[in-house]
Nanobody, 122 residues
Framework: QVQLVESGGGLVQAGDSLRLSCTASGRAFSTYTMGWFRQAPGKEREFVAFISGRGGNIRYADSVKGRFTISRDNTKNTVSLQMNSLKPDDTAVYYC???????????????WGQGTQVTVSS
C-alpha cells in the first residue's frame, strides 16, 4: 500500500512554467519507478514521463520532450515535474503514479495519486 499526494498545480498563461511535486508514503520508495500521467477533458489518460527507482532510466512523451523535466529525491520520497513553455494543450489533471517496472503504459503502475489540475490559458 502506497499513498501518493500531488501538489503544485494551478492556472498559468501560455509560455509560463510550473513545477509539480508528488510525495509518497511508506518505505522502499527507491524501488519504484515513478511516472507522471495526465488526462484532459474528453481524452484518455496519457503518459507524460517516468523515472526509474534510482534515476538511471528516464523517458518522456514526444509531446513534452524538451519542455518538461522529471526528477526524484529518494531522501525525501518525492518526484517532481518541471514544466516549461507551457501550452494550452498541456491543460489536464496531472497524476503521479508508482510502479514496479520502468515502462510508459498506464497498466504498469499500481498506485495513483488523486491528481492536480493544471490549466494553461492562451
Amino acid at each position: 500500500q502506497v499513498q501518493l499526494v500531488e501538489s503544485g498545480g494551478g492556472l498559468v498563461q501560455a509560455g509560463d512554467s510550473l513545477r509539480l511535486s508528488c510525495t509518497a508514503s511508506g518505505r522502499a520508495f527507491s524501488t519504484y519507478t515513478m511516472g507522471w500521467f495526465r488526462q484532459a477533458p474528453g481524452k484518455e489518460r496519457e503518459f507524460v514521463a517516468f523515472i526509474s527507482g534510482r534515476g538511471g532510466n528516464i523517458r518522456y512523451a514526444d509531446s513534452v520532450k524538451g519542455r518538461f523535466t522529471i526528477s526524484r529525491d529518494n531522501t525525501k520520497n518525492t518526484v517532481s515535474l518541471q514544466m516549461n513553455s507551457l501550452k494550452p494543450d498541456d491543460t489536464a489533471v496531472y497524476y503521479c503514479a508508482a510502479g514496479g517496472i520502468a515502462r510508459p503504459a498506464i497498466t504498469d503502475y499500481d498506485y495513483w495519486g488523486q491528481g492536480t489540475q493544471v490549466t494553461v490559458s492562451s
